[in-house]
């Protein structure tokens, strides 16, 4: 079984809203909760890592676990200052409960609810045959490419080009050290697919 990593420490700061977008309702329930319930719903996945704001983690099991009939594990860990920190608390707290380093982790967005069943099996199956895998989409728009002032200064190719997503899986050996590289040499990569492509 995979473990799982849900990250949703951020503060909905681009939104506007005086609380973080993971929170708001999407239909009946937070968006969050969606999110949650797919990876419940997804037999490849043994258990979960919830990342969220330090100062919500009691609110938070009260408000988005209340209710919840969950039969995998769900902790609870405090999340950091950045989405890679956070990511990084989730890994720690999955290191110190394991026993193969070889195990397969996915990673996800919280606020990222549609994401299906079936994506999740594809990505956790493509990390154990490969190390990692990613979902991604093919781009479909026209890209352009500029410099420091704006101006075009040509037309990409989009047949080589595709829109990283999440789930983001990986051997758990190659997250946490390429992770930990990073930390080492103070990158920030806007992913973390980026963080092991760096390796």
Not at 117 to 143: F, K, Q, S
């Amino acid at each position: 079984m995979a473990h799982a990593v849900i990250v949703a420490g951020g503060a909905g700061l681009r939104m506007g809203r005086h609380r973080p977008k993971q929170y708001l309702e999407l239909g009946d329930r937070p968006i969050l909760r969606h999110t949650l319930d797919a990876f419940l719903n997804c037999p490849a996945v043994g258990d979960i890592r919830l990342v969220v704001p330090g100062s919500d983690i009691d609110f938070r099991r009260a408000h988005i676990l209340d209710g919840l009939d969950a039969e995998k594990p769900i902790r609870i860990v405090g999340g950091g200052i950045h989405r890679q920190d956070s990511v990084r608390n989730g890994l720690a707290d999955i290191q110190e409960a394991m026993g193969d380093p070889a195990a397969v982790v996915a990673i996800h967005d919280g606020v990222r609810p549609l994401v299906r069943v079936e994506d999740i099996e594809r990505c956790i199956a493509g990390a154990r045959t490969a190390g990692a895998c990613i979902l991604g989409v093919p781009a479909v728009d026209t890209l352009k490419t500029v410099d420091g002032s704006g101006h075009i200064r040509g037309t990409m190719a989009r047949e080589s080009v595709w829109y990283a997503q999440t789930p983001q899986a990986f051997h758990f050996n190659i997250i946490w050290d390429a992770h930990d590289a990073a930390l080492e040499e103070g990158i920030t990569g806007t992913d973390d697919a980026a963080l092991v492509e760096r390796m």
